[in-house]
């Protein structure tokens, strides 16, 4: 919680500091993601949503969110036609086109292996060979998972799709972040099962297009 609070106070001074360039609401692009950010237009919730609501009212910045899958959510941050994005991984292809504020820190979360029948858990990498494996267009998982093209990974727009894809058997595992993994489990009604193996998960960032309206490279 301290670390979440922090992150409040930094944002407001940044988003302080960018008040006097700010020509237009700031494009901030979301997907939903829930517990992180839960989209159901007009509504826009989730811890990451709402601590930046909070930061952006306090310092009197005008936001607009932009409701989009995130595979083209980077692509808009990579042309300029949005401004922020809140919770993505640093990766070192982002980072060609994002600034990560690096001193907002959210907390990391593990990626699990979701699966439709115990006898099919993964316990090592080794065991998602010639398993059909769903994946979030767009997401970075780990170096491990994500640069190896020994694996056959199916890209959908949401992990509400892949969790239903997997009660009917049209997939084999869902890789996922562990609480919204949990969070749609629960909210759908789902029998599925957690894998013991999973992949430490990195922090998550508030991080600025390079390209966007409103510039900032303080980090």
Request: proline letters at 6%; one cysteine or more.
């Amino acid at each position: 919680m301290r670390k979440l609070v922090s992150g409040i106070l930094f944002c407001m001074l940044l988003l302080s500091l960018s008040v006097g360039v700010q020509a237009a609401p700031l494009r901030v692009v979301v997907n939903h993601a829930p517990p992180y950010r839960i989209i159901d237009p007009p509504y826009y919730g989730g811890y990451y949503i709402e601590l930046f609501q909070l930061a952006a009212a306090q310092a009197g910045l005008e936001i607009r969110f932009l409701s989009v899958p995130l595979k083209r959510g980077l692509q808009m941050l990579e042309t300029g036609d949005a401004d922020l994005i809140l919770g993505p991984n640093r990766t070192v292809e982002r980072e060609k086109f994002l600034t990560f504020l690096t001193e907002i820190p959210f907390p990391a979360e593990d990626k699990v292996f979701v699966v439709a029948h115990l006898d099919q858990v993964i316990t090592n990498l080794n065991d998602l060979q010639h398993k059909r494996i769903d994946v979030l267009a767009g997401a970075a998982y780990h170096p491990d998972f994500d640069r190896t093209s020994l694996f056959n990974k199916h890209e959908l727009k949401t992990y509400k799709q892949g969790l239903q894809r997997l009660t009917r058997d049209r997939s084999d595992v869902v890789i996922i972040p562990e609480a919204q993994a949990d969070w749609l489990i629960e909210s759908l009604h789902l029998s599925l099962f957690k894998s013991p193996y999973r992949l430490r998960g990195a922090p998550s960032y508030i991080a600025w297009s390079r390209e966007g309206a409103v510039p900032f490279t303080c980090c």
